[in-house]
């Protein structure tokens, strides 16, 4: 039985960046800055009622008889709680014989082009440690972009505006990127678990180290770029961020429109119609708020029973990064001409290189993820250079002109010369028929 470890690093987290935020609430109230303090504790408290709603939700703690975790979930304590209650089955596990247990069939990855399938017994003890990884794993995910990601941007704006980044602030700030990073990464994690769950994957420390630069540096750029954009363009970064979330929230609810599949009854039996649009709408929700910030690697699909869609699309990843890319040097260059005095003594031209090379750093990283670390790489249809050469290819084909244009404009640009070699042609046919003694002299 795997430690716990997973469950252990998200509530450091939680509790760190939890307490981190009320202390700078707490300073800011006494320095005087009002909107700097309520916006701080939105951004902690906010994501906090949602990390209690998942934990509920996924527990089915509403229809079991537990008075007592519901009230600690109301007094956001739910974390704790449930991290108490890891730790008790882990460490209590074995010395009691379990009742019943049950098979689970799962395959290995493929070798030399077979894959076995293993039998494996699983307790009553492993299978709730599976529910509550599972459980921190998406509330991670949830506190990290709904709560973190936000809270990151509001501290790094204060810090260019105040010209100062005083300890508790570059603190909190470490710890939120922190934070963000690791639920990325349970997202990724989450991707390849949802999308391969007949296989037995084992993720390697290398593939964590390559998600872990790739999502830092992704991360860290994105929300330098909005805060320097937004410091000298305060109106303008309202439309950039709603264009950006609403066009990825509508976007699943457009392609389930699309596919005029029956709406999904089978989320959660409990749930009626009103319950259940509700849970799509906070999903997608999170969709949106992941996708403002970095690549989300588990694509919604309303129409699928999983709610995921477990295709591995190229295209799909290769147009976001590239409307990614451009979308950040097109803010970096609006900042760039609209600087301010604030940023008198910063070299703009060396610092928007900067950001394009860390973005492209990123870029790479993934790159290298998706095509050596991957650890299901050998169930990919295609690697992603074959899917990035066909992407390239399709790009070019698509701003290649038609063949019929190319043939019309050569046929025009080569009518006069052949017009000059027709006339210098019949010039010596007429010469020839004018001087017969000529063309004998020279068969001669």
């Not at 872990?212 to 961020?241: G, K």
Request: charged share 15%; proline share 4%.
């Amino acid at each position: 039985m795997k430690f716990p470890g997973s469950v252990l690093v998200s509530l450091v987290l939680f509790v760190a960046e939890t307490a981190a935020a009320l202390c700078l609430s707490g300073a800011y109230r006494a320095a005087g800055d009002r909107m700097w303090q309520w916006l701080t504790l939105l951004f902690a408290l906010l994501p906090c009622a949602l990390v209690q709603l998942s934990l509920v939700f996924i527990h089915r703690d509403v229809s079991r008889d537990r008075p007592l975790v519901l009230l600690l979930h109301l007094l956001q304590l739910g974390p704790l709680v449930r991290c108490v209650e890891v730790f008790y089955i882990y460490f209590h596990a074995g010395r009691v014989e379990e009742p019943y247990v049950s098979i689970t069939k799962k395959r290995q990855m493929p070798k030399d082009g077979y894959s076995e399938e293993i039998e494996k017994e699983v307790g009553q003890a492993e299978g709730k440690l599976c529910t509550h990884r599972s459980a921190f794993s998406r509330a991670s995910v949830i506190q990290a972009f709904l709560g973190s990601a936000p809270q990151l941007t509001l501290q790094l704006y204060i810090c260019v505006l105040q010209q100062e980044i005083t300890a508790a602030r570059s603190i909190f700030m470490v710890l939120s990127l922190l934070s963000i990073v690791y639920g990325a990464l349970r997202c990724n994690i989450l991707a390849i678990k949802i999308k391969y769950d007949d296989y037995d994957v084992s993720v390697k420390p290398a593939a964590y180290l390559c998600i872990f630069m790739w999502r830092s540096f992704e991360i860290a750029i994105r929300v330098t770029v909005l805060v320097l954009f937004s410091s000298v363009l305060q109106i303008w970064i309202l439309p950039v961020v709603l264009v950006n979330f609403f066009g990825f929230f509508f976007y699943p609810w457009i392609l389930f429109w699309q596919s005029k599949s029956p709406f999904p009854e089978n989320i959660e039996k409990a749930l009626s119609r009103v319950g259940t649009t509700i849970v799509l709408c906070l999903l997608t929700f999170l969709y949106a708020g992941i996708n403002m910030f970095c690549w989300s690697a588990v694509q919604v699909k309303l129409n699928d029973p999983d709610l995921i869609n477990k295709s591995q699309n190229w295209y799909r990843l290769t147009v976001y990064y590239m409307l990614r890319f451009i979308e950040n040097a097109f803010l970096l260059l609006m900042w760039y001409i609209y600087k301010t005095d604030i940023y008198l003594y910063v070299c703009a031209p060396l610092l928007v290189l900067q950001l394009l090379i860390g973005y492209c750093m990123a870029i790479l990283f993934m790159l290298v993820f998706y095509q050596f670390c991957h650890p299901c790489k050998k169930l990919f249809s295609s690697s992603i250079s074959e899917g990035l050469l066909s992407c390239f290819k399709f790009l070019c084909f698509i701003c290649k002109p038609p063949k019929s244009s190319i043939l019309i404009d050569k046929a025009e640009v080569k009518s006069p010369e052949n017009s000059d070699e027709v006339r210098s042609s019949s010039k010596t046919i007429d010469s020839q028929k004018g001087n017969p003694n000529q063309s004998v002299s020279s068969n001669a």
